[in-house]
């Protein structure tokens, strides 16, 4: 991403989000140096390059779904707390009331089913302070993530993979539909939209969300991506028995309503 992006952002300037509304930025999060994941990421940073997106983000031959789901994790957690930090550049973190600042037709609520088990209602951006927050805990927490391969991945990974990646769509939903301005005039309109088609690309590989879900975006922005995903490759064999299902009830996943 940083290659394609083309303004200079000094990593310094993010910071942890959390209830202190002055914060806005989420720290770049590294894999481990010299780890499987770190070589994954370096990976698809060149398939990136190549012109064939479908490349980027199919299983590499020989490698652990697992693990190429868990790197790939790291590396959107990052793309999107950079486009988020892009829209606090303009104006600091944006201001709604609750129940506003989510796609068109679409109002989300947040549980994490630990610290919040009934769904409470938010604004966008609080949405997006949620969310970014649960996965920066998700992804350091080394018995859902483990960082050694002695440690295997919880049986349950691919289940909390499809969550973790509904709500950061979800995330790039309401930047795409509600802050394209603050993008536009940061000149990262081309860095929103790559990161916005590599991502479809590696949600429509592995099946991860509900296809409900993607009705966030516009319509014919997603029909265009959808048909350039299609040419560059037909369907993959990657996904397992269990992994066939586009959508998997979570248990106390957040709702997501039509208003």
């Not at 303009?90 to 600042?101: I, R």
């Not at 973790?164 to 790039?172: A, G, P």
Request: charged share 20%.
């Amino acid at each position: 991403y940083n290659k394609i992006f083309n303004i200079n952002v000094n990593k310094n300037m993010f910071r942890l989000f959390s209830n202190d509304k002055h914060a806005t930025f989420k720290p770049v999060k590294s894999h481990l140096a010299g780890s499987k994941r770190e070589n994954m990421s370096t990976f698809t940073s060149k398939t990136l390059g190549s012109g064939n997106l479908r490349s980027a983000v199919a299983l590499p031959p020989g490698e652990d779904i697992n693990e190429w789901l868990a790197a790939n994790t790291v590396d959107f957690f990052n793309a999107i707390s950079l486009l988020w930090g892009i829209i606090c550049e303009v104006n600091g973190v944006p201001n709604a009331s609750p129940g506003h600042g989510f796609p068109p037709g679409y109002e989300y609520s947040w549980a994490d089913g630990v610290k919040v088990k009934k769904p409470i209602t938010c604004s966008g951006p609080e949405y997006v302070d949620y969310v970014m927050t649960w996965v920066e805990e998700l992804t350091n927490t080394n018995s859902i993530f483990p960082t050694s391969p002695d440690t295997p991945f919880p049986r349950n990974f691919l289940t909390t993979i499809k969550q973790l990646f509904t709500r950061m769509f979800r995330i790039i939903a309401i930047i795409y539909t509600r802050h394209y301005k603050e993008i536009e005039q940061q000149d990262a309109c081309a860095h929103l939209n790559t990161s916005c088609k590599h991502f479809l690309y590696f949600i429509w590989e592995f099946q991860l969300i509900n296809d409900r879900e993607i009705g966030a975006l516009p319509n014919q922005l997603v029909t265009e991506i959808k048909k350039k995903y299609d040419s560059e490759g037909g369907s993959t064999d990657n996904n397992n028995s269990n992994n066939n299902s586009v959508f998997t009830k979570l248990g106390n996943e957040d709702h997501n309503k039509d208003r």
